[in-house]
């Protein structure tokens, strides 16, 4: 049973940094993609990042090219998500997601793409 931990959000000013931990589990992530979706009050779950487990092909939304980087760290089964220059707009709840699959060439970026989803964590940006 796959398992993904999100960690790692607050409340932060705006133009400060946060750095989001996805612990996984119950699986070998090494045909897996992993993403990140965030959806803020009132708003559609939206797309943020994503990064292919065997290939460290990486993928972003515009809204955060630049400001926010996603990595693995295959020794911790845990993805992150850095972001830096933060934005009032950026205020939402971020989820982990996987992905099944080798993704070369590829990362996928919509949700229904992704079959496991973490319970989320609170970002807040203040201006």
């Known amino acids: 049973q796959v398992q993904l931990v999100e960690s790692g959000g607050g409340l932060v000013q705006a133009g400060g940094s946060l750095r989001l931990s996805c612990a996984a589990s119950g699986r070998t992530f090494s045909s897996y993609a992993m993403g990140w979706f965030r959806q803020a009050p009132g708003k559609e779950r939206e797309f943020v990042a994503a990064i292919s487990w065997s290939s460290d092909r990486t993928y972003y939304a515009d809204s955060v090219k630049g400001r926010f980087t996603i990595a693995v760290d295959n020794a911790k089964n845990t993805v992150y998500l850095q972001m830096n220059s933060l934005k009032p707009e950026d205020t939402a709840v971020y989820y982990c997601?996987?992905?099944?699959?080798?993704?070369?060439?590829?990362?996928?970026?919509?949700?229904?793409?992704?079959?496991?989803w973490g319970q989320g964590t609170q970002v807040t940006v203040s201006s």
């Open positions: 997601n996987a992905a099944p699959g080798y993704y070369p060439d590829y990362v996928p970026s919509m949700s229904y793409e992704y079959r496991y």
